[in-house]
């Protein structure tokens, strides 16, 4: 909705123009420790009211055009996304409020069980579609998380799918996968690979242990370029991460697949996954799977 009075109400008072210059250490203004009774009083802390200094000391880059990255900071500020996700190291639930965020899995996730991932580099991590879909759908594949996304309405986080994309993009990051060997990149997933299932749920299987997001979802929601990225070495995108780095200097630790050849099995990975929900279950899941009354119960309803 894009409401504008026709008139807008005269203020009590009259006061300067924000577009006017200023001064950021009048004693007598809305920042005043003591502001004189004509002035609201907002009650503001030192913080807060060193930082609307500091604004007003440097008014004049408010009046350029703000760059994607900026325009994303401005409303990731406004609607308080900082209080639960951190990007570019701002904001993220502080020590005074982390232990409100739970886990409700049995397993031990660590933190990224409980804590919303960081948005850092997020326009290049997931298709604009995913975003749309997490911004306005309440689209979420970490049902381990105490925590829930709120939604915040089309037109205030709509342009936000395209502005990521502006704020994060890098050379290179929407090149399309290469082809890959679907069969090898089972094998790859399976028991006698890697066993991502060793802690990826895969549709609707369980994993054999932590069981974290489900596979067969990421190509839906990556760019293939951030997959490559985060599975050559996790740690960097994702700093404390528990997913191991299996491919360390690039040398894959797997040998008997595809001659260890790192690109071809990250791409064969990448293509056995893309089949999404059509993909058979990889060797060695439904076999080792546990009976139901041996593990620990996750209900996450
Ligand atoms: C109350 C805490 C909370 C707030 C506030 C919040 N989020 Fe989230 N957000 C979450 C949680 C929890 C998830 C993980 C959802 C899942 O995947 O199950 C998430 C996931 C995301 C993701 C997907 C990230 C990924 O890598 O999968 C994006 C993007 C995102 N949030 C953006 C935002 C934006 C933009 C705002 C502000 C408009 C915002 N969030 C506000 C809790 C929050
Ligand atoms: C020891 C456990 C473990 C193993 C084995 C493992 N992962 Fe992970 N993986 C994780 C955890 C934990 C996360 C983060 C989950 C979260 O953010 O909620 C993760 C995240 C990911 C992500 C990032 C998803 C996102 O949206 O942030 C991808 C992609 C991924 N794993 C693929 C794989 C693939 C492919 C394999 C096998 C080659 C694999 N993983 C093996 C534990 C594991």
Known sequence: MNWVPAKPPSPPVSSPSLSAELDP????????????????????????????????????????TPKPAERVGH?????????????????????????????????????????????????????????????????????????????????????????????????????????????????????????????????????????VMDLTRMTQRLHWDWFRRYLENPGLLRAGTRMPAFWPEGQASVTHILEGDTARQIASIWAYLSLAAEAPPPPGLLENLPQATDRPTVDYE
């Not at 009774?37 to 000391?57: G, V």
């Not at 290179?172 to 996968?177: E, I, K, V």
Request: net charge neutral; hydrophobic share 35%.
């Open 75 to 211: 409303t990731l500020a406004a609607l308080n996304c900082y209080a639960c996700h951190s990007r570019d190291g701002w904001g993220g639930p502080g020590a005074s409020r982390s232990d409100f965020f739970q886990t409700l899995s049995d397993y031990d996730l660590g933190d990224e069980g409980r804590l919303p991932p960081h948005l850092s580099g997020v326009g290049h991590k997931l298709r604009p579609e995913w975003l749309g879909e997490v911004l306005t759908n309440a689209g979420a594949v970490r049902p381990y998380m105490g925590v829930r996304m709120p939604q915040f309405g089309t037109v205030n986080v709509g342009p936000l799918t395209a502005g990521l994309r502006d704020a994060d993009a890098r050379p290179g990051s929407l090149d399309p996968a290469p082809p890959g060997d679907v069969k090898a990149g089972a094998e790859l997933v399976g028991v006698g690979g890697y066993a991502c299932i060793q802690c990826h749920r895969f549709g609707p299987h369980p994993s054999l242990g932590i069981s």
């Open 25 to 64: 250490d009048a004693a007598t203004g809305c920042l005043a420790t003591s502001p004189p009774p004509t002035a609201p009083r907002y009650l503001l802390s030192p913080a807060q009211r060193a930082a609307l200094q500091d604004a007003l000391r440097h008014s004049d880059s408010m009046r350029t």
